[in-house]
């Protein structure tokens, strides 16, 4: 099984540390860290919008963040039995490049991972299929995982499987709420294995 893996939010439990950060650079008492991250867990994007965050917050955010140490981002529990169960894994995220290989190199992961697209790479940002294309081409990905709709919308329009995490809307093929429980679902993507 090749899976192709959202990282914010799906493979490290990232948002609770943007939030704090995020909380920090707008120094609103009136707005709550479950505001903020509700809207960030959106999108960034959005939760830029919703907040009317200027150019100059959203690169407060961005040097405050960089500036995390790795181990701060902590992998959801049984993703590295799943990772490990893979055949191939590939990543496909709005981070940049260098954020993602500090934080899977921190917690020794680089030997799960065949390739990687960042958001530093080029390619059209989600819901945008082009990323998904590439690694679908390359890699043949049975199932896309994702935290968020914006997550498995190209994953759809390309014919692969989809699956959300700790998400519940409409639309995807399987649902995780633990990745205890993804291995009671894959008997039915995999049922000679």
Not at 42 to 56: A, K, P, T, V
Not at 169 to 193: K, T, V
Request: charged share 25%.
């Amino acid at each position: 099984m090749n899976i192709l893996w959202d990282f914010d939010g799906t493979l490290f439990d990232t948002y609770p540390v943007f939030t704090k950060v995020l909380k920090q650079v707008m120094k609103n008492e009136n707005v709550t860290e479950e505001e903020i991250y509700t809207q960030i867990k959106i999108s960034f994007r959005h939760g830029i919008q919703f907040f009317n965050l200027s150019d100059e917050h959203v690169n407060q955010f961005i040097l405050l963040a960089n500036q995390l140490p790795a181990d701060e981002f902590k992998p959801f529990p049984g993703v590295e039995e799943v990772l490990s169960y893979a055949n191939k894994n590939v990543i496909m995220t709005h981070s940049s490049r260098a954020e993602v290989l500090r934080t899977i190199r921190e917690h020794g992961w680089e030997k799960y991972f065949s390739d990687i697209v960042a958001g530093d790479d080029g390619y059209p940002r989600k819901p945008h299929t082009a990323s998904y294309e590439y690694l679908h081409q390359k890699h043949r990905i049975d199932l896309a995982i994702g935290d968020r709709t914006i997550d498995i919308i190209p994953a759809k329009q390309l014919g692969i499987s989809t699956c959300l995490f700790q998400n519940n809307e409409p639309g995807a093929d399987y649902y995780l709420s633990a990745y205890q429980d993804f291995f009671n679902i894959i008997s039915d993507l995999q049922p000679d294995r």
